[in-house]
């Protein structure tokens, strides 16, 4: 089958690793997977978009693989799957390369985006969205580089705002969002499409509402300095441990990692 075949290209070894491969040190290659992992991984899928539905009916689920060899999603997209977040512009690079025959794959970059990674970023293939734009300097470089690559349609993105004030977040002040939306909405080569942000952890069960309650907030001024109705800008917000009070908030993305994919191996096991 065509898609199969599709799947083949570049790296087999990180398509369809064995059991007995040693680990690789590179992000891409961190762990491997079996048959029995890629039912579990689909099982996953199934169950998270079931949980999803049942609150929402049109939002999107992005299945975060960062840390996570092809495989694991291949068999995410096996299951229906078809939204995949990345952190890391190799590490996606790298995967959607792999993968660029494969029809109906979308990439979302939900990672901290330097100036010098930009051009990278924006030569993966079949890249659907950046969520992560929080400065105009960001912005400047995705519109000059996406133009000049000659794409025939702008680059869909995602204002990051820093909504819990924590420095090891990323993203703009609240503030400063309706400013910086105008500023990406200027862009000819970028589409801007709503605000995204990462909830502060709270505990074991986490309750990032006061985050999710702000950047609807801020979505709104953003809404208002635009001209345009609130709703026609989306809220990329929620991860596994609050997706479902996030789409109860009104998220129309949610980044969904370990639930579906199960825990990241630690970095210190890595090369970066």
Known sequence: ????????????????????????????????????????????????????????????????????????????????????GENYVQELAEKAEAAKDVEGLRWHFIGSLQSNKVRQLCQVPQLACVHTVERAKIANSLDRVWGELGHAEPLTCFLQVNTSGEETKGGCAPDAAPELAKAIHSKAHLKLVGLMCIGKYSGAEGDASPDFNVLRS???????????????????????????????????????????????????????
């Open 1 to 84: 089958m065509r898609l199969v075949r599709a799947w083949c290209v570049g790296s087999a070894s990180a398509l369809y690793a064995s059991r007995a491969r040693p680990r690789l040190a590179t992000r891409t290659m961190a762990t491997w997977v079996d048959a029995d992992e890629a039912s579990t991984v689909q099982a996953n899928v199934q169950a998270v978009r079931e949980r999803v539905g049942k609150i929402s009916e049109t939002a999107t689920l992005i299945a975060v693989s960062k840390l996570k060899p092809l495989s694991h999603v291949k068999a995410a997209f096996d299951a229906g799957q078809r939204d995949f």
């Open 218 to 272: 801020c979505r709104d001024a953003a809404a208002a300095e635009l001209g345009v109705p609130a709703d026609a800008l989306a809220l990329s917000m929620g991860m596994s441990h609050d997706f479902e009070q996030a789409l109860g908030l009104g998220a129309t993305h949610v980044r969904v990692g370990s639930t579906i994919f199960g825990a990241r191996p630690p970095k210190k096991d890595l090369s970066v």
